[in-house]
């Protein structure tokens, strides 16, 4: 048995039913817990208590881009190999990571309020995050523009091929533009002062979190997308009959 | 391909509103920022080099869904798709085509709205540098996106919805070079990483447009 | 000389097929006329045949820069006089004979004219005009009497005859009788297509219409 | 409840635009999916 089986649209309704269940309950179990636990952390000595808004900023930010990395290769899987299925989960994906990029947008934009002294900042990660956020949306608007659902599927498709390049090329145009003030990846293992693990834990968790509701989300609105598709599919079938 | 060339470029001179539209534009907008943010020279003169670079991708952005839009209507779309032509280099050509007629007015015309913007002299050889650069690879984007929303209704909106975003690495080094330009530093980093983006975008964009095309065709 | 050969073909619009298991073939010299009421995909298989979409299912065989395609769109430019339209195709297929092709459509008095001034039959005339010009061989055609007059029609049908005559064929979807001695019929309305008949599976195991 | 200091305003409303926005979305998402499944069972019901 081969992993395309999977891409046929039966065979994936009837999967997904019986995971959904375990998929739900454990991405709200996570997240929930995660973010929880990361508001009862105590306060950092220089951030005060905004260091909180780290398991909500860092899990979005972390989605807001892997979810377009997902879409890239479920473009790609359609445009080579032509499963529908992998179409639809890249369209299913998109409005998540949409939202994604707009909380991980929200809560910086909140963030930098108390510790930069303003609401917005032309800083690279804040700058490439709104670039990222406008590929969003000029994503969903294809979708939505086009009525064949297989033209659909091309156009965004090499849309979404362009677009990662331009999304990789805008990021480092824009570090060259400005330099900013955005404090290093809090995980990263080289920077001299790691995070300290009372915040890393639950920052794991709430990443977990919302990478399992990323999951039960997409799974969720790839069913619905494949409803749709049946249902247009037989209404065209009874007009031409 | 040089007759295809020679067609678009009479039917720019003959249709009207070719060659001319994109300038007018400019100059329109140039006269207008004045207005907008004070005659000052002090508060002019920093802000030019953006407002330029910014003006020449409306300026741009204006005529890109006349590049596949007439051809659709009017089946000569269809025709060249099954001429010997590869689609990929009608695509290219139309792209140069567009350059040539509202590119390249503004590439030359540029110093005289740096004038009105009162941008420093020192900065002018930049700008046409920059943009002579830049506004190929902005020709070329439009096309991808003219091809991908060709046929669609509601198109024009969408298309700038977007080419926009294609064109920030474009604009952020383009307007860099006039920056540094008109304070007199050194501008060959930008300069090689705007030719870098150009020379990518030519290189590879018409494939994905025709591929977009031949979609929008079947 | 086989210049067009169709196996099996099926073609769909918007997901759904229209005709299937079409074969034929054309020689030299011969040309086919495809029939059929609105709606059951004559102009989708043409298209099909040119290239400007993939056939569903079925093969298409033609030798290499055979074929040339008018469709309903004449591709003219309203802009440009009726021998500079036709020179530009003349030039983007290598052809050449623009003066003969004006002259076999009975469009030489109207050489100078703007394309923009030409009433619909005679636009309809320099469109097709453009497949003597193409120097092609096979000829596919969607229509190609619509909005001429009868006098027209007969001078269409002349130049037809007279390229099947020189070892060409065309592929034609039309209602009026062109009065072609060297022409079959086929109507297309047998094969259309029924839900349900197309295997639901392709290859990799996937159920293509959702269904 | 513990403290949130200085910040509790930045905090808060931090928390809670992020809350209303995945609120929306698990929302939107369920809704469709509802109104998705009701209209193509409909369908099999009556074709």
Redesign the interface.
């Known amino acids: 048995m081969s992993i395309w089986e999977y891409a046929n649209p039966t065979k994936f309704m009837r999967t997904t039913e019986g995971l959904l269940p375990w998929l739900v309950g454990s991405a709200v179990l996570c997240s929930v817990g995660g973010v929880f636990w990361g508001f009862l952390t105590p306060e950092d000595f220089r951030q005060g208590s905004t260091v909180k808004i780290v398991f909500l900023h860092v899990p979005a930010a972390m989605m807001a881009i892997n979810i377009w990395v997902m879409m890239l290769v479920a473009s790609l899987i359609w445009i080579i190999r032509r499963h529908h299925v992998s179409a639809l989960a890249a369209k299913a994906a998109a409005p998540i990571g949409a939202i994604m990029t707009l909380i991980a947008l929200a809560t910086g934009a909140i963030w930098g309020q108390p510790m930069w002294g303003t609401w917005w900042e032309w800083d690279p990660r804040l700058t490439s995050f709104l670039?990222l956020f406008?590929?969003y949306?000029?994503y969903i608007?294809?979708w939505a523009?086009?009525e064949d659902p297989d033209?659909a599927a091309?156009?965004t498709g090499?849309?979404c091929?362009?677009?990662s390049v331009?999304a990789l090329?805008?990021r480092y145009?824009?570090l060259?533009?400005n330099q900013g003030l955005h404090q290093g990846a809090s995980l990263s293992v080289q920077s001299g002062e790691r995070m300290s693990s009372v915040y890393r834990y639950p920052l794991y968790l709430a990443m977990l979190g919302f990478f399992l509701l990323f999951l039960a989300l997409l799974l969720i609105r790839t069913r619905t997308e494949i409803r749709r598709r049946r249902l247009a599919a037989l209404q065209a079938r009874e007009m031409r009959a | 391909m040089?007759?295809?060339l020679i067609?678009d470029l009479?039917?720019a001179t003959?249709?009207g509103g070719g060659f001319g539209l994109g300038v007018a534009f400019f100059l329109i907008l140039s006269a207008l920022v004045p207005f907008g943010v004070g005659p000052d020279r002090a508060t002019l003169a920093p802000v030019a080099p953006g407002i330029l670079w910014v003006g020449a991708l409306l300026a741009c952005l204006l005529s890109l869904d006349r590049i596949f839009a007439l051809?659709h209507?009017?089946?000569?779309?269809?025709?060249?798709?099954?001429?010997?032509?590869p689609l990929e280099a009608a695509v290219a050509i139309k792209a140069l085509a567009h350059w040539i007629t509202t590119g390249l007015p503004l590439v030359v015309s540029a110093p005289l709205f740096g004038i009105l913007l009162q941008l420093p002299v020192q900065a002018m050889p930049w700008l046409v540098a920059s943009l002579a650069l830049g506004t190929p690879a902005l020709s070329m984007l439009g096309a991808?996106g003219a091809a991908?929303?060709v046929g669609?209704r509601?198109?024009g909106l969408?298309l700038s919805?977007?080419v926009?975003?294609?064109y920030?690495?474009t604009l952020?080094?383009g307007a860099?070079i006039t920056r540094r330009g008109a304070e007199g530093m050194a501008t060959a980093?930008?300069l090689m990483?705007l030719a870098g983006?150009t020379l990518g975008v030519l290189a590879l964009?018409p494939f994905?447009a025709a591929?977009?095309l031949r979609?929008?065709?079947? | 000389m086989t210049l067009l050969t169709v196996q099996d073909l099926a073609v769909a619009r918007g997901g759904l097929r229209t005709v299937e298991g079409v074969t034929f073939d054309l020689e030299a010299g011969q040309a086919l006329i495809l029939r059929g009421p609105n709606g059951v995909g004559k102009t989708t298989l043409l298209?099909t045949v040119?290239?400007?979409?993939?056939p569903v299912a079925g093969r298409i065989a033609m030798p290499e820069?055979c074929?040339?395609?008018?469709?309903?769109?004449?591709?003219?430019?309203p802009?440009?006089t009726a021998a500079?339209n036709l020179?530009?195709?003349a030039?983007?297929?290598?052809g050449g004979g623009t003066d003969a092709a004006l002259a076999a459509m009975d469009l030489t008095a109207l050489a100078h004219r703007p394309a923009a001034a030409l009433s619909a039959g005679q636009k309809r005339r320099l469109g097709l005009a453009?497949l003597l010009v193409t120097g092609r061989p096979l000829w596919v055609l969607d229509e190609p009497t619509v909005s001429l007059d009868a006098a027209s029609v007969a001078r269409f049908a002349e130049v037809l005859g007279a390229h099947l005559g020189q070892g060409g064929a065309a592929l034609i979807a039309t209602h009026i009788d062109l009065g072609l001695p060297q022409a079959r019929v086929l109507d297309l309305t047998p094969f259309r297509a029924r839900p349900g008949s197309a295997p639901a599976t392709r290859a990799s195991g996937f159920n293509e219409a959702f269904a | 409840m513990m403290q949130l200091g200085d910040y509790a305003g930045t905090v808060l409303a931090a928390y809670g635009v992020s809350l209303v926005l995945i609120a929306g979305l698990v929302w939107h998402t369920v809704a469709a999916n509802a109104r998705a499944r009701r209209a193509l069972q409909e369908h099999e019901r009556n074709g």
Do not use: C, M
Not at chain 2, 73 to 85: H, K
Not at chain 2, 215 to 218: D, E, I, P, S, T
């Open positions: 670039i406008l590929f949306v000029g608007a294809l523009a086009v033209s091309d156009l090499v849309l091929l362009v677009g331009f090329l805008s145009a824009v060259f533009w | 040089i007759a295809l067609r009479r039917l003959r249709a051809d209507e009017d089946g000569s779309l269809d025709l060249l798709a099954t001429a010997p032509l991808f991908i929303t669609l509601r198109g969408l919805l977007l926009l975003p294609l920030i690495p952020i080094f860099e980093t930008p990483f983006i964009i994905a591929a977009a979609v929008n065709l079947r | 298209r040119a290239g400007l979409q993939a820069d074929l040339a395609y008018a469709a309903h769109a004449d591709g003219l430019k802009a440009l500079e020179t530009f195709w030039q983007v297929f290598g453009r």
